[in-house]
């Protein structure tokens, strides 16, 4: 498979009206900042993870909020029984643990349901209502699923009080529940539209700690003590990390240096993750991903207990369980992509969609392998598991394709269907499967049609690599959290020496490079997953990179995250 060639786009220096308005500050903080449209008057606001101009914490203008809760005191106050039904994902996963613990510390009777991934499926299904209205709970509250659940909703309210909270996409109609809660539906006023799932459970809880005195709070229960879970859930599921979404990131990370929950302790402890060194890419890479193994390959019911967990002892059986299925994700994720991969290439590898089904694929992986499809040709991708009859498909795309707007146009075909513009997921009747498939790759040529399809590496600034050390690593750190929407800063350094070049990792997968700048001082420099262009990098290069410091055997050395590279005579 050929290497992607990227298409750089490096920002414009600032022009002499930002030079004034951005007096004082140091000149590449600045540049970051001004990348990122925060405005001077703004900038200290946002480097101390405090909001921009609104309340971060106010719950009252998301609409929905007044009749859940009114709902939610009645049925505390006469003892009625509450059920909190999540996703199967680290942020549905945090969000149940968040609105159980909030639930059952304001007196609520309240107990936790997850659906099975492959028995189930994504959102709200009848038979599991049923079950839960025959076990006697009369409300049920959804974390993270159940804005497009229409038909579900409208056969059990007869029965059931539903509460949705969700921050997906809502469809052409809102389920007819007791309560919508979703700052993305129509006519919501809430100032910030990019919560994640346990961020919207959390307003929900914030709104019931203004109503309701907790009963029993020898557990220390408040607003604070459930910023780790909004960390944990918000990080890992990709939402934006600027708005309200920073400043929760930020106080739940504070939160995280010195874990109060034995779960959270055990899984970074399994995970690698030291005490005081919580951040963002380690819940991104190390923390998530070990939270949606249990719901990928088994019962995210695992990955609940284990947030919810008291005993340390129990908590590290249940860690080094997660860790243990973290590791079969990994390697089915490979397989999976090797198979779909081996698909494209025997059908048409240039289609503007790339569409592959497989009865062998399994419903947790198949959207890891549909994300890889996508970065390794920069196309929107689905990777469909096949079933007896109904097949389930998971997809993600690039930002020039709308994926759940796509299926939307296909809605007549779909079971059901939702997600996000980069991420989707559907069920179909296996009949309905190759019109879909046509469908959808028609959908993707017309409005991909004329486009540079190569993926755009966006730069910060440029600096040359001689000016580069431990002062501007802490500079670059400022912008923390980093994540979706704030990325990590990108520079370039033009004209460096490449002094070696190595194939790393399994099967020479990845390049470890050593670099030369101007003062003929070394650095390490690791370019992941780009192993076969071992032979094929010019002895002087321009280098786009991320900076980070890696330890080894007690050293820290400043090291480049080689994002793309290039011949300097380019």
């Known amino acids: 498979m050929a290497v992607l060639s990227k298409r750089w786009a490096l920002k414009p220096p600032l022009d002499a009206q930002q030079h004034a308005a951005w007096a004082g500050a140091p000149l590449l903080l600045a540049q970051l900042l001004a990348n990122r449209k925060i405005a001077p008057e703004s900038a200290q606001h946002f480097l101390e993870g405090r909001g921009l101009g609104y309340d971060p914490l106010g719950p009252e203008p998301l609409l929905g909020v007044q009749p859940a809760v009114e709902r939610l005191v009645r049925a505390?106050?006469?003892?009625?029984?509450?059920?909190?039904?999540?996703?199967?994902d680290a942020d549905g996963v945090a969000a149940t643990v968040l609105l159980v613990q909030t639930l059952h510390g304001l007196g609520a009777e309240v107990e936790p349901y997850i659906p099975h991934r492959v028995d189930e499926g994504y959102g709200l299904n009848i038979d599991a209502l049923r079950a839960l209205y025959k076990k006697g709970v009369r409300v049920v509250v959804t974390v993270d699923c159940g804005i497009?659940?229409?038909h579900e909703v409208a056969k059990a309210e007869p029965y059931l009080s539903l509460i949705i909270t969700d921050h997906h996409e809502p469809g052409h109609q809102l389920p007819p529940a007791t309560a919508v809660i979703n700052p993305k539906q129509p006519g919501c006023p809430y100032p910030f539209k990019g919560l994640?799932?346990?961020g919207v459970a959390f307003k929900l809880a914030q709104a019931l700690f203004r109503a309701i005195q907790p009963r029993d709070n020898h557990l220390g229960l408040s607003e604070e003590s459930l910023l780790d879970l909004v960390a944990l859930g918000t990080v890992a599921d990709l939402a934006p990390l600027l708005g309200e979404n920073r400043v929760l990131v930020c106080r739940g990370l504070e939160a995280l240096k010195a874990p109060a929950r034995?779960?959270?302790e055990a899984l970074m402890a399994n995970a690698g993750v030291r005490r005081g060194q919580v951040d963002a890419a380690a819940i991104g890479f190390r923390l998530g991903p070990r939270l949606n193994a249990a719901g990928r390959l088994e019962s995210a019911m695992a990955a609940y207990d284990l947030l919810a967990a008291r005993d340390p002892e129990h908590a590290k059986a249940l860690a080094a369980q997660l860790g243990d299925l973290n590791r079969r994700r990994q390697e089915l994720t490979e397989e999976t992509f090797d198979a779909a991969e081996a698909l494209v290439q025997a059908g048409d590898p240039g289609a503007p969609l790339l569409f592959v089904a497989g009865?062998?694929?399994?419903?947790?992986?198949?959207?890891?392998a549909a994300s890889r499809l996508a970065d390794a040709h920069y196309r929107p991708a689905v990777v469909v598991e096949v079933g007896e009859g109904e097949s389930r498909g998971s997809c993600r795309s690039i930002p020039e394709f709308h994926i759940t707007e796509a299926l939307d146009r296909c809605g007549d075909l779909l079971?059901?269907?939702g997600g996000h513009a980069a991420a989707a997921g559907f069920t179909v009747a296996n009949q309905k499967l190759e019109e879909l498939r046509w469908r959808l790759v028609e959908i993707a040529g017309e409005r991909l049609a004329g486009l540079d399809l190569r993926p755009e590496l966006q730069i910060d600034a440029e600096v040359p690599l001689e000016e580069v050390d431990w002062a501007t690593l802490t500079l670059l750190q400022q912008l923390e959290p980093c994540g979706m929407d704030n990325p990590q800063p990108v520079l370039v350094s033009r004209g460096v020496t490449v002094a070696d070049v190595r194939a790393i990792g399994g099967e020479g997968k990845h390049l470890r490079l050593t670099l030369r700048d101007g003062?003929?001082?070394?650095?390490?420099?690791?370019f992941w997953r780009q192993g076969e262009r071992a032979g094929e990098i010019p002895g002087c290069i321009d280098v786009a990179y991320t900076l980070e410091a890696h330890e080894w055997n007690g050293t820290r050395r400043l090291q480049l995250n080689v994002q793309d590279l290039r011949s300097a005579e380019h």
């Open 76 to 88: 505390v106050q006469v003892g009625e029984r509450i059920a909190v039904f999540g996703d199967f």
């Open 148 to 150: 497009r659940s229409v």
């Open 196 to 198: 994640a799932g346990v």
């Open 262 to 264: 034995p779960g959270i």
């Open 359 to 368: 009865s062998a694929f399994q419903p947790g992986i198949v959207g890891l």
């Open 415 to 417: 079971t059901r269907h």
């Open 519 to 526: 003062r003929r001082i070394s650095w390490d420099a690791l």
